[in-house]
């Protein structure tokens, strides 16, 4: 059976909306990512025909870092198991190299061994745990007071966010994409409005989404008076008309869950996993 890879094409929008919809029928943002994904030009936003039918697609996009990140996967389940994942993945190593790229990232639910399985087959090791939880934005939320301002300088946001990354066990995540922690990270979180400094407690959080804000706004980190963040989140994301907040963080940053738990945060069922490669060489 030959698989045909090519680059998505506008006509082919229907068609990846349905392999979506049977792949991962709980899960569904093609429609509202389609043209990001379309007109990004340094990544590739393939679809897989067999027999001259769309049975698949599959993004690969260049984060700030310069790291390969790996999303989208989709194959119908009848054509599952035929060699599409992994043309697929074959393809995007052969890209990330040709771009010099250093690593490759991608994430899946603790239980899809499939999904973890083929990202293992191409070398990815297990990089994170991430745990998310959910809230509903309120428009009566906003308790404290808040002194919060926008970081819009680079380096300021790098000596604020950096000293985190331990604490967050290297990743921030948005939008279920998990950024390393790295001076450029920073500085598209300060160019895109995203970091936010309230002085007076010396709290930090950061606010934002990669992509669909008002479906969800995510709380990459908090730091500082855990409260207070979750209020200026809260707040932020009622003006923003965000229908809910997200924060994903790693397990054994116990006091952060327990700031989400007890702020009235739900924790999804499942953990979520980052597997990632380096391509020195
Ligand atoms: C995950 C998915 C994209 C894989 O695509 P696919 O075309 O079925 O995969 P392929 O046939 O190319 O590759 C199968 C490979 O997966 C791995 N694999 C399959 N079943 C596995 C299992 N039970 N345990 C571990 N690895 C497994 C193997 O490496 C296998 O290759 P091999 O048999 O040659 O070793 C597809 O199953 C899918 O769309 N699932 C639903 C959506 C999804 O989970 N997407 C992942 C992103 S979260």
């Not at 946001?157 to 290297?170: D, I, N, Q």
Request: with cysteine.
């Amino acid at each position: 059976m030959e698989i045909n890879l090519r680059k998505a094409r506008p006509g082919d929008r229907d068609k990846v909306i349905w392999v979506e919809s049977k792949s991962t029928p709980n899960l569904s943002y093609v429609p509202h990512v389609w043209d990001m994904f379309l007109h990004d030009e340094t990544g590739d936003w393939s679809v897989a025909e067999l027999d001259r039918e769309i049975v698949g697609c599959g993004k690969y996009t260049l984060l700030p870092d310069g790291s390969a990140w790996l999303e989208t996967l989709r194959v119908i389940p009848e054509k599952q198991g035929l060699g599409v994942g992994k043309r697929l993945y074959e393809h995007w190593l052969r890209l990330a190299r040709s771009q010099g790229v250093k690593t490759m990232r991608m994430y899946t639910g603790t239980g899809n061994v499939v999904s973890k399985g083929l990202a293992e087959r191409y070398g990815l090791r297990l990089a994170g745990t991430y745990r998310e939880a959910r809230m509903q934005c309120t428009r009566d939320a906003h308790r404290s007071a808040s002194g919060f301002r926008q970081v819009s300088d680079h380096e300021e946001a790098t000596r604020l966010v950096m000293p985190l990354s331990e604490k967050w066990a290297g990743f921030l995540v948005m939008n279920r994409t998990f950024y390393e922690f790295t001076p450029a990270l920073c500085r598209y979180l300060a160019e895109n409005g995203m970091v936010y400094h309230d002085p007076g407690t010396g709290s930090v959080v950061t606010i934002g989404a990669r992509f669909m804000p008002e479906d969800a706004l995510h709380i990459g980190v908090l730091s500082g008076d855990h409260r207070a963040c979750l209020d200026f989140a809260m707040k932020t994301g009622a003006e923003r008309g965000a229908a809910r907040l997200n924060c994903q963080y790693p397990p054994q940053a116990t006091d952060i869950h327990e700031a989400l738990t007890s702020y009235g945060f739900s924790v999804a069922a499942s953990d979520f996993i980052v597997m990632e490669t380096r391509l020195d060489g």
